[in-house]
């Protein structure tokens, strides 16, 4: 199987901060990975795939690099509604996989 | 718009079996190719398995083969997994997600359900 390990786990961060999530793959994936967030209670959102693409409808304020196996999402500017947790995925092969996470919390 | 709308919460008690739903509307059912994702409390997500409707054809994560079953029913436009054998450690939020295909290759899950709690307690 695929890991992805995400650093930092936990990031504690203030508001118009540039923040910057990072995604390693145990194995080259090429550009299959997406990045997502998740606020407590509900289902996760889609904002990247394709290691750079930003999904229709996310601000521009996010964005993603990468390719291979080290991939990075940043927020440029970090709002109050962009405090939650940042899953990457990979989708190159079975089994699909996610990164453990990464918390971003309020300063 | 696409909406993935699962069933409700479940209570089960261990060495039983759950089926959970997931109704698709606002597309083409035949079209789509859904995920089964679980995230169990406080942890991350783990991807269970897939289907693709139109053929039922199934693809499942080696952990869960031998006891889980993705199913669809085209007709209803609605997704089931069934997982058997239960034990404590499967209480978990079980999610369905949309997998967009793009260029013969999947690329990322677009939609999601809005989670269904199964918790396994004597």
Redesign the interface.
């Given at each position: 199987d695929i890991q992805l390990t995400q650093s930092p786990s936990f990031l504690s961060a203030s508001v118009g901060d540039r923040v910057t999530i990072t995604c390693r793959a145990s194995q080259d994936i090429s550009s299959?990975l997406?990045w997502?967030q998740q606020e407590p209670g509900?289902?996760?959102?889609?904002l990247i795939?394709?290691a750079s693409t930003l999904?229709s409808g996310v601000p521009s304020r996010f964005s993603g690099s990468g390719s291979g196996t080290q991939f990075t999402l940043t927020i440029s500017s970090l709002q109050p509604e962009d405090f939650a947790t940042y899953?990457c995925?990979q989708?190159i092969s079975?089994?699909?996989?996610?990164?453990?996470?990464t918390k971003v919390e309020i300063k | 718009q696409v909406q993935l709308v699962q069933s409700g919460a479940e209570v089960k008690k261990p060495g039983s079996s759950v089926k959970v739903s997931c109704k698709a509307s606002g597309g083409t059912f035949s079209s789509y190719t859904i995920n089964w994702v679980r995230q169990a409390p406080g942890q991350g997500l783990e991807w269970m398995g897939k289907i693709i409707p139109v053929f039922g054809t199934t693809n499942y994560a080696q952990k869960f083969q031998g006891r889980v079953t993705i199913t669809a029913d085209e007709s209803t436009s609605t997704a089931y997994m069934e997982l058997s054998s239960l034990r404590s450690e499967d209480t978990a939020v079980y999610f369905c997600a949309r997998v967009v295909s793009k260029s013969g290759s999947y690329s990322h899950f677009d939609y999601w359900g809005q989670g269904t709690l199964v918790t396994v307690s004597s």
């Open positions: 299959y997406a997502y509900k289902a996760p959102k889609l795939y394709a999904q899953f995925q989708l079975y089994p699909w996989t996610f990164g453990q996470g | -």
